[in-house]
């Protein structure tokens, strides 16, 4: 059985936890010391005074990851969140949880979209994702694009700068969205994924569970990022970590919290592991994770559970695509905590 490693077998096909798979005296010295200063910012975090526009695709509602992943976003003031999209099916349910962590980090100015609810050449399923026993009773996200690809294209094509795209599900709407609007190859700067598993065999849920889709965008010759499985595994929430969000007063962090025991469901040995947020920390701090740089193959034609949505990295300079190799474990999950287990920041 291949599956999502620290996770466990499920009798849902559908369940994504079955797969693993200074200051200067001399004039002179100046400018020395001021691309030092520079070059030690490009490396190891963005700047704070430009923040990166990014959009968030994200299948919210299976794993607790993406809701970890959308409030590291609202909390790290380098990133400018344009739109959060969901994927897959429940998109209603998927909206909803989105919607209500945008509304405790009092930003529900940020437009939420239902994309694509099937895969491109999967089943259907009307599964529905366990975390929303932790939204309150009733509750919905008030008018969500019912055309989340559409809202994708235009908040991209709208933008007056480059947007980066942040993808940490099943790639069918990105694919989709490229597929649809060729104009977008000039107007992203980049693609941000959790996606695959390069460095040992194994099969990662979100190529797996739409390879056609992941190998369109891995052709598309954008500039990609890809945190894989390989690395994602190392960053698991410890007791302290949990303790912390547990015993927060914020309702921001509570309602994770709640979010996490949904998920849960019953077996409180089951810490979250940070695939998604590891996306989003390796912008925020590029010296978290080690780079290498190639081209990535998708198969699409394999046996399934054994090849198809196999995920080929190939080491090449010229190559579009940066991965992953190696991740400090611990300095991820450390910034990531300080960042979430926190008061909504203010803006
Ligand atoms: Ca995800």
């Known amino acids: 059985m291949l599956r999502r490693e620290g996770s466990e077998d499920r009798e849902d096909p559908e369940d994504p936890r079955r797969y693993i798979v200074n200051q200067a005296r001399d004039a002179q010295v100046k400018p020395v010391l001021l ?3 520079l070059g030690t910012m490009t490396r190891n975090a963005l700047a704070a005074d430009r923040p990166v526009p ?10 607790i990851d993406d809701a ?3 409030a590291l976003i609202l909390q790290s003031p380098e990133l400018d969140l344009k739109a959060v999209i969901t994927v897959l099916n429940a998109g209603d349910v998927r909206a909803a949880l989105a919607y209500r962590i945008l509304e405790l980090h009092g930003r529900t100015d940020i437009p939420v979209g239902i994309g694509a609810e099937q895969t491109l050449l999967g089943k259907p399923s009307r599964a529905v994702p366990i975390q929303a026993a932790a ?3 009733g509750y919905t996200a008030p008018g969500p694009s019912r055309n989340g690809v559409r809202l994708m294209i235009d908040t991209i094509l709208l933008a007056p700068e480059k947007i980066t795209l942040v993808a940490v599900g099943p790639l069918t709407n990105v694919a989709l969205a490229l597929r649809s609007e060729p104009r977008l190859q000039e107007k992203i700067e980049r693609i941000v994924l959790m996606s695959g598993v390069f460095f040992r065999a194994g099969l990662e849920y979100n190529v797996h569970r739409d390879a056609e889709a992941a190998a369109i965008v891995y052709a598309s010759g954008l500039p990609i990022s890809t945190v894989g499985l390989d690395v994602t595994v190392q960053c698991r929430l410890g007791t302290d970590e949990m ?4 015993k927060s007063n914020f309702e921001n962090v509570t309602f994770l919290y709640r979010l996490i025991v949904a998920w849960e ?4 040995a089951k810490h979250p592991i940070l695939h998604d947020p590891l996306a989003s920390l390796a912008m925020l701090k590029p010296s978290l994770v080690n780079w290498q740089r190639g081209r990535v193959e998708i198969e699409t034609r394999g046996i399934d559970g054994r090849s198809q949505g196999l995920s080929v990295f190939r080491k090449d300079a010229e190559g579009t695509v940066e991965v992953a190799e190696t991740v400090r474990a611990d300095e991820a999950v450390s910034l990531f905590i300080d960042r979430v287990a ?3 920041r203010s803006r």
């Open 35 to 37: 691309a030092i200063l």
């Open 54 to 63: 990014v959009i968030l695709d994200t299948d919210i509602g299976d794993d």
């Open 68 to 70: 970890l992943n959308l």
């Open 135 to 137: 939204l309150p009773p």
């Open 243 to 246: 303790q912390r969000l547990a």
């Open 265 to 268: 469901n019953g077996d409180a």
């Open 342 to 344: 926190a008061r909504p």
